[in-house]
C-alpha cells in the first residue's frame, strides 16, 4: 500500500464531481453551458474553444465517453443536439452518465419527446431550471428525471413576479391577451 500512495497522487474525495454541462447545436454553437469550476475554465474564451474542441471530437464518434484536455466527458446527442456532462479525469464515468441520462430525460420529457434545437429555445428558461435541479455548483442534487421535472413544474408556476424571465412574463401576457380576444 505504502509503494502504491508514494507513486499515486492520492485524490480526496469530493462531492463536486460535475465541471460543466453544455448543451451545443449541430454546428457546435452553444446553446445553453454551465461550468462550476472556476480553476478549469476561467474566461468564456477558454470555455467557447474547449467547447468547440470538444464538438469536433465527438460529432461524428459513436462512443459516449472521451477524455479531453483532462476532463472525463461523457455526451449523447439527438437530432441537432449534443449534450455533454463534464468531470475531472479520475471522476467515475458511471456518475457522470447518470447525470448526463438525468439531463436528457428531463430535457426530453418537458419538450414533450420533441428534443431538438428550437424546442429547447424556446423552452430554454426551463431547461436552465431543470439543470439547476440536477446539478448545484458541481454538487449533483438528483439524477431522477421524474423529480426533477416534477420541481420544475412546480418551480416556474410558482416563480414570484418580479423573478420571472421576460419570457414568461411575455408567455402570460400573450395568454391573458388570447383569453380576451375569445370572450
Keep these: ?24 447545436d449541430n454546428d457546435g454553437e452553444r446553446i445553453l453551458a454551465k461550468y462550476y469550476d472556476k480553476n478549469i475554465f476561467p474566461t468564456a474564451k477558454e470555455q ?9 471530437k465527438t460529432h461524428r464518434a459513436n462512443a459516449e465517453i472521451i477524455m479531453l484536455d483532462g476532463m472525463t466527458c ?5 437530432v441537432d443536439l449534443f449534450f455533454y456532462v463534464m468531470g475531472s479525469s479520475h471522476e467515475n ?26 424546442a429547447v429555445l424556446d423552452s430554454l428558461d426551463i431547461v436552465m431550471l431543470a439543470v439547476d435541479e440536477i446539478c448545484d455548483g458541481g454538487v449533483i442534487l438528483d439524477a431522477d428525471a421524474h423529480r426533477i421535472v416534477h420541481r420544475v ?14 419570457a414568461q412574463v411575455l408567455q402570460s401576457a400573450k395568454e ?8
Design 1 to 24: 500500500m505504502d509503494h502504491y500512495l508514494m507513486h499515486h497522487k492520492f485524490i480526496e474525495p469530493s462531492l463536486y464531481t460535475v465541471k460543466g454541462i453544455a448543451i451545443l
Design 48 to 56: 467557447k474553444a474547449f467547447e468547440k474542441n470538444l464538438f469536433n
Design 74 to 78: 461523457v455526451y449523447k446527442s439527438n
Design 93 to 118: 464515468e458511471l456518475l457522470l452518465m447518470s447525470v448526463l441520462n438525468c439531463l436528457y430525460d428531463s430535457v426530453s420529457h418537458i419538450l414533450r419527446k420533441n428534443v431538438e434545437k428550437k
Design 153 to 166: 413544474a412546480l418551480r416556474n408556476d410558482d416563480i414570484p413576479l418580479g423573478e420571472q424571465t421576460v
Design 176 to 183: 391573458q391577451l388570447k383569453w380576451s380576444l375569445l370572450k
